[in-house]
DNA sequence: CTGAAAGCGCTTACAG
DNA sequence: CTGAAAGCGCTTACAG
């Protein structure tokens, strides 16, 4: 119980060395014969003795923390489900490194460079993990002016020199409007994300050159925050437009459920009125009715592959970009063939009329 | 660029006192003349020195961080939006106090307690925050064999004795039963979260005893894990009885969702032939349609109080229990008078033509 | 009120 | 292959 921490001498001691052997071994530097090596390490074993972080930090001016810092405004702060599978998959890695992962979450650009700053300039974490990818994004140049490693969830802009690692959600939302025009809508709308992000940007993008491949038209687009509750207005005006879609693809899974709430709402069927898109493959996607048709990535792969990446760039002052997997097109019950094309709606018909595909016991 | 940090030792020899002086005057040590101590904040300001927390932590054997571990099952993990605003909640507070947050998210028992353990062995952090109280919760034991302070959230059992942060949702359940039994309703459901959970028990208790107070039948109960799945399955099994409930109180928001889709799916006009409510008031609840019925707390005010709790715990060596308001009714859309108590549903009824009450633009 | 010095627990050239 | 010692940047008795 009283006994106190055994420290780096006691090891030595025990093992009848010096201080500095004791290090070299636990830091697996060459030169040390092999059965001393393993004296010291009994020794260590016996004493349940593990280097002091302090000290080591003290030392080597190192922290062995990760840095992630997310800014979202007070009422979006629960809407993303991407954050806990993504720290569950940085943590996978972390835990095994002997690392651990700050976490800052922070309401305005304010605090969040000052929380980058100062966690930079107290050495409080050796590398930072960012997330949501602005364009223009001010970071890069704060991180690059503390020398401060990082690594992108996604692809930055010109002239950043941080690695990289990102999914394609690209073929994502191209096999989300491939599958609707397969299905024979031809006015399909966008509940796009914040134009100011990254893949809010991206994805945009995507659906742009989509619609414009299948020779659609490409003005049903409204942009939001990512919200639900803006992802809830944008569905009221694409819904109030004279020739409304038929299909209405989201950029994010929040705004889709929130998107069919204002369709049923309204008196719409869905899918037979209008057939409704998500993104991410959340949980939730899965439950309402009807089931979203989604697109689902792997939070928690992002998380490993960002963390391992983050520690290669810190430990070797260069990583490779990383490419993952994309996200794949989940169909599941909220799209179907339009039911018409003129875009006046019949009145509705009960969910339990409609012969639904999911037969759940 | 190129200039190295400043140290202490760069403070006091502009200031022209020993280290020690510039460390008692950062350290707010009384017994300084006032002029050598604004001499030696000013040479600090101009220096643009701060204490370096390592050395800090290396002689005071301290971390100023704080541990929040997560134990998530791997599906359940983007399931709960409490975390988000909680974090921000502690953060608050921290960032205010040069402190930072050391977050884990495991999967499994054995991980959570090793990660406890690594994190206080290695003073990785001065004290845990611990949510998620199981009955009979071994992070008890460990931690205080361990010897480190942490503040619970919610009231853990008997002979525990952390100081506890709760806040009481028993009126939040007695409140929405209290509602239902207003509008008429006497057979009433209750989809549990998991038995194991200290809220998830209390929950349980509360409807419970409302139930039992309005001379109600209480056998329409089904316990799960919390999850959006979880609460799929139940309530399918509560409308499987013979004689189902006209209304189902959830005890969490995600699974009342799931429930509204399991609802939706089999044809029921919700709230006409079964009222539903969540609990905790997540964004996602008032977007479905029909808006959920729920139960708000405030959880970035209770990280607040947590953090302010354990950091005063730490500092003096105990602190108060702190009683948050009650979580508070919420009444929006999902709940109604029953339409009619036999338990035969009528077949349903387009949303278009139910006269809803909420007239959306 | 102030200074000199040891100590926190490591790491790492520098000698042997 | 191994040991002695300085150094990382603070804090804190202990003397004056």
Redesign the pocket.
Known sequence: MGA??P???DVARKA?????????V??N?P???PE?RQRILDAAGELG????P???S????TSFALGLVIRRKEDLISADPFFPAFIAGLESVLASEGRVLVLSVVSDVAAELRTYRTLAEDSRVDGFILTDLQHNDTRFKLLEELGVPAVALGRPGEGVTVPCVQLDDTRGIAGVVEHLVGLGHTRIGHVAGDPAMVHGGRRRESFDAAIAEAGLDGTLVIETDFSAGGGAEATRRLLDNPHPPTAIVYANDPMAVAGLGVAQRRGLRVPDDLSITGFDGTDISGYVFPALTTVTSDPVEWGRVAARTLLAYIANGKADDVELPPAALLIRESTSPPARHDGAFPAGVPASARGTAAAHK
Chains 1, 2 share one sequence.
């Open positions: 106190r921490k420290n780096i001498s009848g060395v010096s201080n500095g052997l004791v290090s070299f636990v830091n530097r030169g040390v014969a001393t003795w593990r280097p002091s302090s000290a080591r003290l030392s080597l001016k």
